[in-house]
């Protein structure tokens, strides 16, 4: 396994991105997401495939929004 994939794993099993989704309640723009893979970087997870980044992004946000419903 590369450093790409061991490091989104590590992100993976982080809150990094769940605080992400709340913190912007499920929504973000494109300055907000160059941000998050800033800050991941800067933290350490670094090489990283911010496509695969982006899915996990993505399923997280399903996660908000399944939970996050308007009755």
């Given at each position: 396994m590369g450093l790409k994939e061991?490091?989104?794993?590590?992100?993976?099993?982080?809150?990094?991105?769940?605080?992400?989704?709340?913190k912007n309640k499920g929504e973000w723009d494109h300055a907000k997401w160059e941000e998050l893979l800033a800050e991941i970087k800067k933290?350490?997870?670094d090489p990283i495939d911010p496509d695969?980044?982006?899915?996990?992004?993505?399923?997280?946000?399903?996660?908000?929004?399944?939970k996050n419903k308007k009755k």
């Open positions: 061991d490091n989104l794993k590590k992100l993976s099993r982080t809150t990094i991105l769940t605080t992400f989704v709340k933290k350490g997870f695969q980044v982006g899915l996990l992004l993505e399923k997280k946000k399903a996660e908000y929004w399944a």
